[in-house]
C-alpha cells in the first residue's frame, strides 16, 4: 500500500487525486513541511513525498508521473509524440502556471514578514495571465491537451488552475474555462477531496 506523506492542502493533493485516478489503495499522513515525517524522507523537508514499500519518491511531479508510469495509466508511452507533447504540457504546469501562484503564495504567508513583498501580486497575476494566454493558443481540440486521453499534465493543469482560483487569479472563458470546469468535474477529485477531509480530521 502506498503512503502519501504530506498535508492533503499541500502539492500532496495532486498524488491523492493520482491515486484516486488509478484506483489504487493508499493511506494519507497529513503532515506539514519540515516536520519530523517528512524531513526523515526529504532533505529539504518540502512536502509531499510518496512511500512504496521501502523506496520513496519525492516532489509532486515526480511522484505523479511515476506512479502513472508504474501502473500504465494516464500517460503515453515514453518515446513516442504524444509522450513529447505531454511532457511539454507538464513542465508548462511547473514553469508557467504554479511559478507565480507559488510566488505570490510564499509572500503571502510562507517568507519571513520582513521578506514579504505584498505588491509583487500583480507581476504575478500578469505573469499568470500571460501564461493563460499561451495555453489558450496550444490548447487543441481536446477535450484534453494532448487530445481524447486525460494524462497527467491535465491533472498538474487542473490543480493549478484551481489552486489560482482559490487565490482569485483570473481564468480563461470559453474553451480553456471548460477545459478547467470539466477537470474539476473528475469523480477521483470528488474521492481526493473527501479522502484528505477525513485523514485531517482523524489526525487531530
Not at 502506498?2 to 485516478?21: F, K, N, Q
Not at 497529513?30 to 512504496?52: T, Y
Not at 504524444?82 to 504540457?89: A, M, T, V, W
Amino acid at each position: 500500500m502506498y503512503v502519501v506523506i504530506g498535508h492533503p492542502a499541500s502539492r500532496a493533493s495532486r498524488v491523492i487525486w493520482m491515486l484516486e485516478e488509478l484506483g489504487a489503495e493508499y493511506e494519507i499522513l497529513p503532515v506539514g513541511p519540515h516536520s519530523d515525517q517528512i524531513n526523515a524522507v526529504n532533505p529539504s523537508g518540502k512536502l509531499p513525498a510518496l512511500k512504496d514499500g521501502d523506496d520513496v519518491v519525492i516532489d509532486s511531479v515526480a511522484i505523479c508521473q511515476y506512479l502513472a508510469d508504474k501502473h500504465g495509466q494516464l500517460t503515453h508511452k515514453a518515446g513516442t509524440p504524444l509522450r513529447g507533447l505531454q511532457d511539454s504540457f507538464t513542465q508548462f504546469a511547473s514553469d508557467d502556471l504554479e511559478y507565480p501562484l507559488w510566488t505570490e503564495a510564499k509572500h503571502r504567508f510562507v517568507y519571513p514578514e520582513e521578506f514579504r513583498v505584498p505588491d509583487i501580486k500583480d507581476a504575478c497575476r500578469w505573469e499568470f495571465g500571460k501564461a493563460m494566454e499561451t495555453f489558450e493558443k496550444r490548447f487543441g481540440d481536446g477535450p484534453f491537451v494532448t487530445g481524447d486521453q486525460f494524462t497527467v499534465a491535465d491533472l498538474l493543469i487542473g490543480q493549478c488552475g484551481s489552486w489560482a482560483s482559490s487565490l482569485e487569479f483570473d481564468l480563461p472563458k470559453g474553451k480553456v474555462g471548460n477545459y478547467f470546469e470539466s477537470v474539476w468535474q473528475r469523480p477521483a477529485l470528488a474521492r481526493a477531496k473527501e479522502r484528505g477531509e477525513a485523514a485531517v480530521e482523524a489526525s487531530k
